[in-house]
């Protein structure tokens, strides 16, 4: 009789602990989609707003410049005309003045035009492929007499700002510094 005296070893299959199963990876496979897609979400959602932020605030200051542009040269203008789409400034006379200023919206595109000693120069305030676009603009002056008897003008302009799919009127006013005298 022979015997083996070898020890006898037995191998166990410890694979079904080491390893995920197909189920348990589609699981966490759809789990992390499900995560992916609520981030992606929330992250486009931020970064929308702060594009659109970002344009309200670019209106705010071309808003501004412009406005304070104008109402700075007609509080020192000597006479100030207003047409639909069309505002001109006559500065006082001076060295270094101007003859005229024009502003003037033309197929959505502000233009700015100074003209000097009859050479007239225009330049582009705001044009239409800016992210913010004039719609509108419209000047109005009202003239009056204070208790002096000396004639009082009030110049008032509207434009109208259209940024994102959104506008936004904008008024301001000024009084030219020089008024006439009734006679």
């Given at each position: ?14 694979r079904k602990n080491e390893a995920f199963t197909v189920s ?36 705010g200051q071309s808003a501004r410049s412009i406005m304070e ?115």
């Amino acid at each position: 009789m022979s015997e083996n005296f070898a020890p006898q070893v037995r191998f166990e299959n410890n694979r079904k602990n080491e390893a995920f199963t197909v189920s348990e990876l589609l699981v966490s496979t759809v789990i992390l989609g499900i995560l992916m897609g609520v981030t992606s979400m929330s992250l486009s959602g931020a970064f929308q707003n702060y594009e659109e932020n970002t344009q309200t605030a670019q209106l705010g200051q071309s808003a501004r410049s412009i406005m304070e542009r104008m109402m700075r040269e007609i509080r020192s203008a000597s006479d100030v005309h207003s047409f639909y789409n069309y505002l001109e400034i006559i500065p006082n006379a001076g060295s270094g003045n101007p003859d005229r200023i024009q502003y003037i919206l033309f197929d959505g595109v502000l233009y700015y035009r100074t003209v000097t000693d009859g050479k007239t120069t225009t330049c582009v305030m705001l044009k239409k492929t800016d992210d913010v676009t004039i719609h509108g603009f419209t000047s109005t002056i009202c003239i009056g007499s204070d208790e002096n008897g000396d004639f009082v003008s009030l110049v008032t302009v509207n434009l109208k700002f259209k940024t994102a799919g959104q506008t936004q009127p904008v008024s301001a006013s000024a009084c030219p510094r020089i008024n006439r005298r009734r006679s």
